[in-house]
């Protein structure tokens, strides 16, 4: 694996969404109209709903403890929004991006129980040990290489009384000539840095997290999976 250079992963991700125009273009992909160039995007997102939708239902029922607090980091421009509704949770969203976070507002005003609006970076949220009950992450844990990648998992399982959902880029043998193909034909990487299921496993123990449940988002056609995760205990 090539080195990353820290300039490198602070203009792909950090930055990269810290622009009105990028951000409104990520909201068009999830939630503008349905044609045939934001299709792909669009089912990934309705199936990315439904599987966090059956996580929460999951975590909620094998609780020892009522589920009162979530955060959402990085909340992008609201695609949960509409998952959390129907939860009677104290909500927190958060992401690096202010630009995001205006797109994301509206979406989010509509909980009745959120609770605020928050810039915060997921490798050092500045929230308390287990201020949440649940912490959500959402498509950025394949956007960052391994080291920063156990930074932020460490970071919301300090942040986290109990459960952690997180969705990732895996990769195997065939998921990594389905990215190449797709690279030579597009020109673009739509998950910078996969990681093998093994070395997860190893990310996960490391930030004090064992892995109750993967699901694929689309089996055969994306390497994103989700993954329900609960604190290892002292």
């Known amino acids: 694996m090539r080195q990353v250079l820290p300039q490198e992963?602070?203009?792909?991700?950090?930055?990269?969404?810290?622009?009105?125009?990028?951000a409104q273009q990520y909201s068009n992909e999830y939630?503008?109209?349905?044609?045939?160039?934001?299709?792909?995007?669009?089912?990934?997102?309705?199936?990315?709903?439904?599987i966090i939708s059956h996580a929460i239902?999951?975590?909620?029922?094998?609780s020892d403890s009522p589920i009162q607090t979530v955060i959402d980091i990085p909340c992008g421009t609201g695609k949960l929004a509409s998952v959390l509704r129907p939860f009677d949770f104290r909500v927190v969203a958060a992401d690096i991006?202010?630009?995001m976070m205006?797109?994301?507002?509206?979406?989010?005003?509509?909980?009745?129980?959120?609770?605020?609006?928050?810039?915060?970076?997921?490798?050092?949220?500045?929230?308390?040990?287990?201020?949440?009950?649940?912490?959500?992450?959402?498509?950025?844990?394949?956007?960052?290489?391994?080291?920063i990648r156990v930074a932020i998992l460490?970071?919301?399982?300090?942040i986290s009384r109990k459960h952690v959902i997180v969705s990732v880029g895996l990769t195997n043998r065939l998921q990594k000539i389905r990215r190449q193909v797709r690279h030579l034909a597009t020109g673009i990487s739509t998950v910078?840095?996969?990681?093998?299921?093994?070395?997860?496993?190893s990310q996960f123990a490391r930030a004090g997290l064992k892995p109750l449940q993967w699901v694929?988002?689309?089996r055969a056609l994306s390497s994103e999976w989700i993954v329900i995760c609960e604190k290892r205990s002292s």
């Open 9 to 22: 992963y602070d203009s792909l991700t950090r930055q990269h969404y810290q622009d009105r125009d990028i």
């Open 31 to 50: 939630a503008g109209r349905w044609t045939l160039k934001t299709l792909p995007a669009r089912v990934v997102a309705l199936q990315e709903r439904k």
């Open 57 to 62: 239902r999951r975590i909620v029922n094998r």
């Open 97 to 99: 991006s202010l630009q």
């Open 102 to 147: 205006e797109l994301a507002e509206c979406e989010y005003r509509k909980l009745p129980g959120l609770a605020k609006l928050v810039q915060a970076d997921a490798c050092a949220t500045g929230f308390t040990d287990h201020e949440f009950d649940a912490a959500v992450c959402l498509r950025l844990l394949h956007r960052v290489p391994d080291a």
């Open 154 to 158: 460490t970071e919301l399982s300090r």
């Open 192 to 201: 910078p840095y996969p990681v093998t299921r093994e070395a997860l496993i």
């Open 216 to 218: 694929p988002v689309l």
